[in-house]
Structures are given as C-alpha cells and as structure tokens.
C-alpha cells in the first residue's frame, strides 16, 4: 500500500519537538519524504531524527533561527539541491511565551513577532520561488495556540496569530493562480507543548468548554495536517482549520 | 465587668463539663473568656490583648461549606455530638490520621494523651476503611496528615504512605520531631521518592528552651533532619509552639531560616495549649500562654515589619480566629521575601484560600495575579519595581522559554516561589469555644468514618479511646443528659 504523500518533499520548521515533531512522524508514515529545522534543542533534534529513520525516511535536518533570511534561503537552497524541488512548507516553529502587558518587553514582542510572523514570510518567500515554477505546492502555517493561557492571549502573542492569518490570506490569494494552496491549521489545546504545562484548573476550563469535553493530542492534529498538504485537498486555500474539540 | 462581646459554650477546665461562657472586653482592651463551674468555681482565661483585633477577626464569616455526611445525631450538643453532627459548618480540608500511640519523646508540653506503654499502632485495613470514607465524604482526597505518637515508629509505616500514594491523595504530610529521621537517611530519601511532606516541630534554638519544652535537647538532631529533607527534596513544614517568655522572641529568627531553607515550604506557629499529658501540667500558673494576636506582633517585631498583622488573613475554610495565613513572595535576588497582601488586596487573598487551607494556582489566584502586575506596573513606588520583577522570574519559571516543562514540574516551579505562614491557634479546655469548633474543618479520622475536629478530639475525645489513656473516662460522665444547647443560650 502507498501512503498519501508518497514522495512528497516536506519541509516543517521547528520539527525537533510537540507538534512539529508529529508532524514530520505523520509525513514520514504517509510515505513523505521529511526535513525540518530547530533552533536550539539538539537532543530532541536528534531523537526525531532517530524516530524518523526507524520508519524508513531518513530527514534533513537544519539548525537555525526562522527568522534569519540567510537561514531560510540555505535550508531551501539545499532541500532544492537535494530533492530537486520543494512541494509543502509547513511553518511551524512558534514561541511559547505567557506574559501580561505589565510584562511584555520590546525583546519579547521581538522575538514573537519575529518567530510567528517573519519566519513564516521568510521561509514563505523561499519556498514560493520554486513552487510556482513547478505550478505545484502547498503551504500550511501551524497558528501557534489557542488562547487557552495563564493569562488570556497575550498582546504579542495575539498579534502574531492575527498577522499569520493576514499573511495567510494574502498568500493565498496571490500564489493561487499558479496552483498553490495556503492554508492555516489552528489547534487548540493538545497533549505536547503548552497543553502539558498549564496548571490543572485550566486544562479543566478547557475541557468543560469543548464540546469533545477533551484535549486533543498532537496526533489526531497530525492526521489532519496529512490530509490538508496531500493531493487529496484539492479545493481549499486561504482557509482557517480549527481541530480544537468544539470550543 | 467590660463590654459583652459575645456568650459561647465552654469546658470546666478540671472536670470537662460544658458550661455558659461569656467573651467580654475589659477596659485594657483585652478580651477574656469566662465561665463558672457549679463544682469548680468560676474561671476565666484572657483570649486576646487587642479587643478590636479579635472583634473584627471573628467578624469575617467563613464560607459556609458543611459536611455532607454527618453519621451523628445531635443529641447533647456541642461539643459532645462530634463526628460530624448536623450542626458542624465545615467540611474536612484537613484529615488528620492518628497512626501510633509510640513517641520516643516525652514532652512537656505535648498536648495530645499518648502512653508509651502497651503501645497503639493502627492497622493498614483501617487506614484503608479510612480513605474510602474520605472518598465518600469529599469526592477526592487532596491531603492527609499523619500524626501521633511519633509515626514513623509505626512499624507499617512505608505501607500507610504507599496506600495514601495509590489511593490518589496529593498531599501526604507526616508530623514528627525529627529525631527518627535525624538518625535514617534511607528513610528520608524514599520520603523523597514518594514526595511526602514532613511536619516538623521546631520550637527554638536555644538548647535551655529546648530542655524546658521538649524535655532534651534536640536542635541539633531537628537541624540534621532538616538538612537531610533538603538533600532528598522533601518539602517540609516547621511547627513551632509559641510560649510567651520562652521562645517568642525566636519566631523572627525561626521564620528567617524558613525562608532561606529552600524545602520548607510553610511555617506553621501554633499557640501553647494547656491540655493532653504534657500540656495539662506544664507550667501551672500558665503564663507561657499566648493569643493570636500577640504572635502577630512578635511577628512583626522580630522580623523588622517584613512581615506585619496586616498581612495575614483568616482562613474562609475555618472560623477566623482558628487559623491566620499569610503568603510570601521569595525574591530570587535576595531581597527580603514580599507578603502577598503588599500587592494584592487582603480580600482577594482570602478568596483565593477558599477551596483549601493553602494556595494552589487557580483562576482566582490567575485573576489577582493578574490585577497585581497591573497595578504594579502603574505605581511609582520603588518597592513595585522590584516585586514586578519577582512575579516575572516567577512566570519565566511556569513557562520557560528554552525548554518544556511537565504540569508537575511547573506545579513545583510555582511553590518553591512562594511560603507561607500559618498561625494556628489550638484550644484547650480554658480557652474552648464551641463557636470555632463548629467552624473546624481539621479533623481526626476514624475507621467507623466519624470525623471529629482536633481540639475536640484532644481535649475531650482521645480521652474516650483505650488505646490512648490507660484509664478511659467514662463518657455520659460529663454530658450526662444535659442539652448543652440550652445553656448556650444564657439568661
Ligand atoms: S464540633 Fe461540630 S460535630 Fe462536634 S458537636 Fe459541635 S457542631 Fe457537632
Ligand atoms: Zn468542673
């Protein structure tokens, strides 16, 4: 049996990890072939890379700052080398940072916006090149959370999700002519990355609110990215996917 | 005569019989409890040297939270119906489990009936019977304090704290003086392991003091095992009995080295009571005796106003005058820890305390957390600065930037931020006042699931059980069938 991205060339930035790191797995099963990049973790870089190869894919790997051009450039300039092209970008890398307005220094709004909103240009940008020269490719940008938070949405944080939608939108309506898709995958609270760190009572408040009355796990929200960069989704660009249990 | 404050049923403090009490403020603006045995003559105790600091106390109403099961009528009235009767107004928060009658101490002011001889100790079933009925009662168990005797003598004790592990509950505090621990350092790191709590007496540094409260000295085996908990991470309470004249001039220093001591998380000083073996006869004349109020100010005094009356609240979960808590904010650089009453109003303190008798993070404590940087960020007062600057290391700490963290290790990460300071003040037979028993949510636990509050339990029903007094007294003895409630109700 053949999987749904059977020899498709994948990139997702801030794979090392959560929900980048399920991503990459989920291509990986799906027959993709996988690269991604992180920033600082090397450890849980290498055990992806390691989980990685136990399915048979055997990824790329790039360590950088997403909201360096020159970074984004390389990593594109290599995969395009190595693979000949580039078929779905998933912009994932995010920060999680949990702070109130009394709090937020300009360093914090920096390396927000710069992380949730000019990497995804960036790498946007690098990737668009080749796909629409090949007429063929998808984009997914990874919203970062919900506002599901110690306290609710923080400025910088809200900012950057609002300019991703933005930059969503636009795209999608610029690059569709040539045949290519953007979209945007917002999940709410999962079983990696934030949803494992919020205090107990907040989990609960999730819980209560969604219809599902659960969180989700990282997988399920996997599956879903499978499908909305595979040759199955045919029909949907500039479109908003909440797999969020009913909020 | 002063100013009636208000009538209360009391004990007569040689034969235990409930008696009409007035509280009245005398000119000096102290407050005093008296009372007259038909036998043993009149009485009277002084409960507070602040009038208005115990009328506006005992003002503040506890959030009403009764028990949903009270297996015992209400028969002789309180306090003589415990296990809860339909009367009482709070549920257990705190379930308190007598494991052994054994102590390998003596104490002179111990206030609890042990004997040493023919030796208690409860079996695991019973624990287990124990735990159900909680279960029954609360939905889920979130604490449970050993006590004794000593219980770590308890042959089974790693058993008792293995069932309390499995059957879910969060919290497993142990009270001990230390010794037994001082001298095992393997049990001290499977304490660690299990993440169990210990809560350790610590009257004083003073080696005179230490002969004359606890009968030997001790400081230094209670430093060796305060040493010991913080090599293995066990989070540790100190509970000081405070006597005037003795050790209350110590309270700044034992607060000092709690705060500088990373594993004790909580100090709780209780105030002298004159009852159980120990307690009944130490100091005839009574003068160690000390009120609430006057541990607040020795407070403030020996901590140079660090830490002030002002900062403390009563407990929503108790009557007010039973429990006083304040919350301190450690200044990771070193400054002297903030008291949380300096940037959020005492209001909002205490309804963060309304579910249980110590903060847990919550969307009340989010909510006040929140409204504090607020208002933080806009004043102009140096000191805003520098506890801004506290609550955002604090938050660095919940949600690290370089790294994920698990809820526990967060959970962790928020309480070692943060201590508190607990002024219990227990009752004896002088200063009973079944007003504030029937607001006590401290409980002794039993196997046939009867929950009776501490005071209670020690000042008049440990004296019932065999295990405890080598000769029990008889219990229609005192209440005979007199309806207690009628006398509460004075002419
Ligand atoms: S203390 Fe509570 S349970 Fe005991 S008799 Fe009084 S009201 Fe009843
Ligand atoms: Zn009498």
């Not at chain 1, 950088?64 to 779905?88: S, Y």
């Not at chain 2, 000096?28 to 009372?35: A, G, H």
């Not at chain 2, 005992?58 to 009528?73: E, F, L, W």
Request: some cysteine; proline content about 5%; hydrophobic content about 40%.
């Amino acid at each position: 049996m053949t999987g749904r991205l059977e020899g498709t060339r994948c990139l997702v930035t801030g794979g090392s990890r959560g929900l980048g790191r399920e991503l990459c797995l989920a291509f990986a099963r799906e027959g993709a072939r996988v690269a991604f990049t992180f920033r600082r973790r090397e450890a849980d870089a290498e055990d992806t890379t390691l989980r990685l190869r136990a399915l048979g894919c055997e990824p790329q790997c790039f360590q950088g700052d997403v909201a360096d051009g020159a970074h984004a450039q390389a990593v594109v300039g290599a995969l395009t080398r190595a693979w000949g092209g580039l078929d779905v970008l998933v912009n994932n890398a995010g920060v999680q940072h949990v702070v109130p307005l009394a709090l937020l220094e300009e360093p914090d709004w920096d390396l927000m916006l710069n992380t949730c909103l000019k990497g995804p240009y960036l790498f946007s940008r690098a990737a668009l090149r080749g796909m629409i020269r090949a007429r063929k490719g998808t984009i997914l940008n990874v919203g970062v959370f919900s506002s599901e938070r110690i306290v609710e949405a923080p400025a910088h944080y809200a900012a950057a999700k609002a300019g991703l939608r933005g930059l969503t939108d636009a795209l999608a309506r610029e690059v569709g002519r040539h045949g290519v898709r953007v979209n945007m995958l917002s999940p709410g609270l999962l079983d990696v990355g934030l949803g494992r760190m919020l205090m107990p009572h907040r989990v609960e408040e999730y819980r209560a609110q969604a219809a599902l009355g659960r969180t989700g796990t990282a997988e399920e929200v996997a599956r879903m990215a499978v499908f909305l960069v595979s040759d199955e989704n045919t029909f949907m660009t500039g479109a908003r996917v909440t797999p969020d249990g009913g909020l | 005569m002063g100013a009636l404050l208000h009538p209360t049923t009391s004990l007569c403090r040689t034969c235990k019989r409930a008696l009409p009490a007035l509280v009245e403020a005398r000119e000096d603006r102290s407050v005093w409890l008296s009372k007259s045995c038909p036998e043993h003559g009149a009485q009277s105790v002084r409960l507070s040297t602040d009038a208005a600091w115990y009328a506006a106390t005992r003002a503040v109403k506890p959030v009403a939270s009764a028990p949903r099961r009270t297996p015992r009528p209400v028969h002789f009235g309180c306090p003589f119906d415990c296990g809860a009767c339909a009367q009482h107004g709070q549920k257990v928060r705190l379930p308190v489990v007598t494991i052994t009658s054994a102590c390998n101490l003596d104490c002179p002011i111990c206030y609890v009936y042990n004997k040493n001889d023919g030796t208690w100790h409860m079996d695991v079933a019973a624990f287990r019977r124990i735990l159900q009925h909680l279960k029954d009662d609360l939905g889920e168990v979130d604490i449970v304090n050993f006590t004794g005797g000593e219980p770590f003598l308890h042959p089974e004790f790693m058993t008792f704290l293995e069932v309390a592990r499995d059957a879910g509950v969060h919290r497993v505090t142990i009270c001990s003086n230390g010794l037994f621990l001082a001298k095992n350092e393997p049990l001290v790191k499977r304490l660690g392991e299990l993440g169990a709590r210990v809560a350790l007496s610590f009257d004083t540094f003073d080696p005179q003091t230490d002969v004359v409260l606890q009968g030997s000295r001790l400081v230094e085996a209670k430093l060796r095992a305060l040493d010991l908990t913080e090599k293995y991470n066990v989070d540790v309470t100190l509970i000081p009995v405070m006597t005037k004249g003795m050790n209350d001039h110590e309270v700044g220093a034992i607060l000092r080295m709690a705060m500088e001591r990373p594993n004790v998380r909580h100090v709780e000083l209780h105030t002298i009571t004159y009852t159980g073996q120990g307690g009944t006869h130490f100091d005839p004349s009574r003068s160690g005796r000390i009120s609430m109020v006057e541990v607040l100010d020795r407070i403030a005094e020996t901590t140079h106003g660090w830490l002030t009356r002002e900062d403390f609240v009563s407990s929503p979960c108790a009557h007010p005058l039973c429990y006083q808590i304040a919350y301190l904010l450690l200044d990771p650089d070193g400054g002297p820890p903030v008291p949380f009453t300096r940037f959020m109003p005492r209001e909002a303190l205490y309804a963060c305390l309304a579910e249980r008798l110590y903060l847990e993070p919550s969307r009340a404590l989010e909510d006040a957390l929140q409204d504090a940087m607020d208002r933080l960020w806009v004043s102009d007062e140096p000191e805003a600065e520098r506890t801004l600057k506290i609550l955002r290391q604090l938050l660095g700490a919940l949600f690290p930037r370089d790294r994920v963290i698990t809820r526990e290790e967060a959970l962790r990460a928020a309480e070692r931020a943060s201590k508190a300071v607990y002024v219990h003040s227990h009752m004896d037979e002088d200063t009973f006042d079944v007003e504030r028993l029937a607001q006590c949510c401290d409980s002794n636990c039993a196997e046939d699931g009867t929950t009776i509050p501490v005071c209670a339990y020690n000042v008049l029903y440990k004296e019932k059980e065999a295990e405890f007094m080598a000769a029990p007294r008889s219990w229609g003895e005192r209440s005979g069938d007199v309806k207690l409630r009628r006398l509460a109700v004075l002419a």
